[in-house]
């Protein structure tokens, strides 16, 4: 027996289930499954309903990307990302003031996560700025991460002395 294929407003409710999702990003979603009786305006319409009734908010999907993303990503991917669901440019400079303070201590955790030890060599160096380069960290936070790596090798290299002696 075949199912009866979903309505376009099931269909948004299901995406919404799983994730928070925009306006832009649900409508590309349903025009793909949007037939030739429904036109545009059907899934507008669909749309405009689900954000009166709250289902829809553009300031809920950035908290969400914010908090799923921004632990593990520069503030230029994640913005990125954000600017790629189509959310309105005040959302993204909210986003933006947000992230700014937490740029450097973000960026610290991931390079710890990923790297033991600073930089010995050039090569090195270069390879861990380009690491945190890839991740969406500016190139002056990315310098100022390694920079507050160098005195702890010193200590290291220190406390090692020490024990040696």
Do not use: C, N
Not at 100 to 127: I, N, T
């Amino acid at each position: 027996m075949a199912r009866a294929p979903l309505s376009l407003k099931a269909r948004a409710l299901r995406y919404l289930a799983a994730r928070e999702h925009s306006r832009a990003e649900l409508a590309t979603k349903l025009a793909r499954h949007a037939t030739e009786h429904e036109s545009p305006a059907a899934i507008e319409r669909v749309l405009d309903e689900l954000a009166a009734k709250g289902f829809i908010d553009e300031a809920r999907v950035a908290e969400s990307v914010l908090h799923r993303r921004a632990p593990r990503l520069g503030s230029a991917r994640v913005l990125h990302e954000l600017r790629t669901k189509g959310l309105p440019e005040a959302v993204v400079a909210d986003a933006a003031r947000q992230l700014q303070g937490s740029e450097f201590d973000r960026a610290l955790a991931v390079w710890r996560r990923r790297f033991a030890a600073p930089p010995g060599e050039a090569g090195e160096r270069a390879r861990q700025l380009r690491f945190l380069a890839g991740r969406g960290f500016s190139a002056e936070v990315a310098w100022s991460v390694l920079s507050a790596a160098a005195p702890d090798r010193q200590r290291t290299v220190e406390l090692a002395a020490l024990q040696l002696a």
